[in-house]
């Protein structure tokens, strides 16, 4: 079984998506006999966003990484990602990094019926860290969003690990966090 690991918070050691996607990887490792792991860190390793020339593949080190990027994900059964609320939504480095999956003809096609996803049978687990409260609100762009990303590819088993208000007080942060470690789906344990 292949693990893709994802971290796109600028936050380094103070990332509350880092120590979770952390977690939720050992746990895997922990539990699911001969698990590969590939990992990359989205913020110190970003995926070029798309303009003209990495749209075009006329950059050829873009277009190489692009590549990888989607070769990585097809392979992945499993994508833990670390998906921090940044002014209501992901982080661009995420975002850049889902615009190399999205590919017509790769993980979703359109037809008469209309569009239809290539990449299902996958396991996606973000892990997403949020100064405020916001599930289920106005404001949360984040679960909405990649629950129709994934979904849109074909990917139906979409899980949250949430670790909410942590910036309202260290306390408030510690217990958010434990709270979140204590979410975190077991491997064999399938969504709802």
Known sequence: M????????????NSVTRELTAAI?????DEV?????????????????????????????AAADAAKVMEQFLAADVI?????????????TLKAWIDRIAVA???FRYTEAGPQGLA???????????GGLHAGQPTDFVEPYLRQVFGFLGISEVEFVRAEGVAYSPQHRT???AAARASIPRPLARAA
């Open 120 to 130: 299902g049978g996958k396991r996606v687990i973000v892990a997403s860290g949020r």
């Open 105 to 107: 003809g790769k993980t």
């Open 25 to 29: 990887v050992a746990r895997w490792q």
């Open 33 to 61: 006999k001969d698990l590969q792991v590939e990992y990359r860190d989205l913020d110190a390793n970003p995926v070029a966003h798309l303009t003209g020339a990495t749209l075009g593949a006329s950059d050829a080190e």
């Open 175 to 177: 217990d958010a966090i």
């Open 80 to 92: 833990v990602i670390g998906a921090p609320m940044y002014n209501f939504s992901v982080p661009s």
């Open 2 to 13: 292949k693990l893709l690991h994802l971290d796109a918070s600028a936050l380094g050691a």
